[in-house]
């Protein structure tokens, strides 16, 4: 019988850094005069197609600016595209090789017209990036390869992903104490928002709009439920429904992802996934707003001693809460199962650590979240290094426990009973404490950063090319 052709086995951690060493040298080498006039040959076309292809998919599955750019100038450097240069904006990806002598440069280009957090994908991309780099994927075989990823079924069904919204809802419920009637509306409320806003994108609705009626849908629910409680005096924290929603809805992924873009040197991607945080932003306020003030028009008595918090609280239904939001998160972005469990620890470590701070030192909200988010960003990033996994697949989901629902809605009730000063007061402490989790988890990935010898795609200690554009070339 034939020998069967086994696999390559993984390199060592000595291999992999040299490797990417020789790859970074080769993509700063200087072109000189005497290399441009040499004799050079057309480059492979399904090598060019491939590196944009992988750099498209990566790019509208959720993945940051810099590593997308890292992982096509890693592929270049693997399927031998000479000279290759790199351009990656918002919807954008350019790919240019330069053959020498009297041939022309070559350039190509994708446009991403379509998103879908996928990050089941975005992982098995990078595994993809890692074997080519290494010599262990041809291109053949990445081609294929890639044409698999792009057809693969996420690990979850679709409407488990509709479930994950719902469960990050429910799951807030509970760690501010809305118990179980409260945590079943809120997982109702959010699907069905969720659902009025799939059934908008179908119809070619604009996204503001959709999250703008996914807000409405579960804040009239929730006010709904609000009425009837003081109605009959059931006693139930129903407004816990329109916090859980609006957590839901944060734009933590863009958030971060800008933070991350501007801070490795992408300011056009950066204000571009700054602006879309914004817009989001400004739908999920504007739909809470117009239910809430229309409640209060009708008579629906809301107090705002009474709006629901988790405070500072360490009691186990909290922790359970915030263990609950960070998978229920994961979900939602598609991350594989056997992932969950890491994911729910980082969870509860940022609350701990933010519950801890505040009540032991009394620090403001925003402290106690930079000081969470730096932690979970330095052991995210070891985790991924570890797991040889993306880094966002670890950190996006672990800041969902302090998104400020909370804060956001008190100011929203704020403004909507009068007090302007004091709702605009809230709602800026809300995007303080929004910047604060994006800037502290990519603070934490700087560190790591800072004293790593290695990493995917040729990230590293000298990995950041505008790092030395500004001081680091000193």
């Not at 790199?86 to 240019?96: D, E, M, Q």
């Not at 799951?171 to 959010?190: D, E, K, Q, R």
């Amino acid at each position: 019988m034939p020998n069967k052709r086994e696999r390559p086995v993984a390199p060592s951690e000595d291999r992999l850094l040299s490797r990417m060493r020789d790859w970074r040298a080769e993509h700063e080498r200087e072109l000189t005069p005497d290399e441009l006039d040499e004799e050079g040959q057309l480059p492979d076309a399904r090598a060019i197609d491939t590196v944009l292809r992988v750099g498209e998919l990566m790019l509208a599955s959720g993945e940051g600016t810099e590593a997308v750019s890292e992982a096509m100038l890693s592929l270049s450097v693997a399927f031998e595209l000479p000279r290759a240069e790199v351009s990656v904006t918002f919807t954008t990806i350019t790919l240019s090789t330069h053959p020498g002598g009297d041939l022309p440069p070559i350039t190509g280009e994708r446009v991403v017209r379509r998103r879908t957090l996928d990050y089941f994908r975005v992982g098995e991309l990078h595994t993809l990036v890692q074997e080519a780099a290494l010599g262990l994927l041809d291109l053949e075989e990445a081609a294929t390869r890639l044409n698999r990823i792009r057809r693969a079924r996420m690990p979850y069904p679709n409407w488990m992903i509709a479930v994950g919204f719902g469960l990050i809802a429910s799951s807030a419920s509970v760690m501010m104490g809305g118990g179980f009637i409260v945590a079943a509306v809120a997982f109702l409320a959010t699907v069905l928002g969720d659902r009025t806003a799939v059934f908008l994108a179908r119809r070619g609705v604009a996204e503001f709009y959709q999250m703008a009626a996914a807000a409405v849908v579960a804040a009239s629910i929730g006010l709904g439920l609000l009425w009837v409680s003081s109605e009959l005096e059931l006693g139930l924290r129903a407004s816990a429904i329109i916090t859980g929603n609006i957590m839901a809805l944060l734009p933590g992924r863009p958030l971060v992802s800008s933070l991350q873009d501007g801070i490795s040197g992408y300011y056009v991607s950066a204000a571009a996934r700054l602006l879309e945080t914004f817009l989001i932003l400004g739908a999920i306020v504007s739909g809470v707003a117009a239910v809430a003030y229309t409640a209060i028009r009708l008579g629906v008595s809301i107090d705002l001693d009474s709006l629901p918090s988790a405070g500072t609280s360490l009691e186990i239904p909290v922790l359970v809460g915030a263990a609950g939001i960070a998978m229920a998160f994961a979900i939602s972005l598609a991350v594989p199962l056997r992932l969950l469990p890491a994911i729910g620890v980082l969870g509860v470590m940022i609350w701990v650590i933010y519950a801890g701070l505040r009540a032991a030192l009394q620090v403001p909200p925003v402290v106690g979240t930079v000081a969470g988010a730096v932690a979970v960003g330095v052991v995210g990033h070891w985790l991924a290094r570890r797991t040889r996994r993306p880094v966002l697949t670890y950190l996006i989901p672990s800041i969902a426990p302090l998104l400020p629902g909370s804060i956001l809605y008190r100011g929203l009730i704020q403004i909507t009973q009068g007090t302007v000063v004091s709702g605009l007061l809230s709602l800026v402490e809300a995007v303080m404490v929004g910047l604060a989790l994006g800037a502290g988890v990519n603070l934490g990935g700087e560190l790591v950063r800072a004293f790593q010898h290695g990493g995917l795609a040729g990230a590293g200690m000298r990995g950041r090319p505008a790092a030395r554009r500004t001081r680091g070339g000193y």
